[in-house]
Structure formats: structure tokens, C-alpha cells
């Protein structure tokens, strides 16, 4: 085995599905999100804390294009908390895996 297979090896990913998964068992009248997130052509994430889909650069300033609505809470049984963030004309924005947090 070569460095870089072994390193590669040792990386955790976050994969969409998990995410669709949990929407549409927690929060089922959020198909918008669910499309979302199909629709998106990234189908995992390296696995850190935040992931963010939507530039957060000057947020909920005048023209910014992070403009926060809510949150929503989802719970996953080896995960654990996921938040995501909704933004104001309904996209996600990114999301918070809490258990990876320090």
C-alpha cells in the first residue's frame, strides 16, 4: 500500500444520502430540501465540522448571498446532531455535524 492510499484510507466522509434520509423521516413536509440536495452533484463531504454550500462571506448584509432564515435539527444515530442552515428564499445553506465539534 502507497502513502497516498493510506491516507485516503483514514478520511471519514459524510455522504448526501444520510442527509436525505433523515429529512425525509424528521421533517417530511420539507421536499424542497430533499431536492436540494438530490439534485446537488457532490453525493459526499470529507468530514468536518461545517460544510458549507452557500458563501458565508459578509453574511445577512444587504447583498450577501448568506441570508439566514432558521435552523433545522436533525438527529442521526451514528452521526449524531446535524443542523442545517436554511437560508431566506430556501436553500441550504450548510450544514453542522455537532459530534465533530472540539
Known sequence: MNI????????????KEWLIELLKEQKPKREGLVLQLEEMTASE????P???FVSGKNANQKGAQWQFQE????????????VLDI?????IGGFELLDELD
Open 87 to 91: 437560508l431566506k428564499d430556501d436553500r
Open 50 to 52: 461545517y460544510i458549507r
Open 4 to 15: 497516498v492510499e493510506t491516507v485516503h484510507s483514514k478520511r471519514k466522509y459524510f455522504k
Open 45 to 48: 463531504w470529507i468530514k468536518k
Open 71 to 82: 435552523n433545522i435539527v436533525l438527529e442521526h444515530k451514528t452521526q449524531g446532531i446535524i
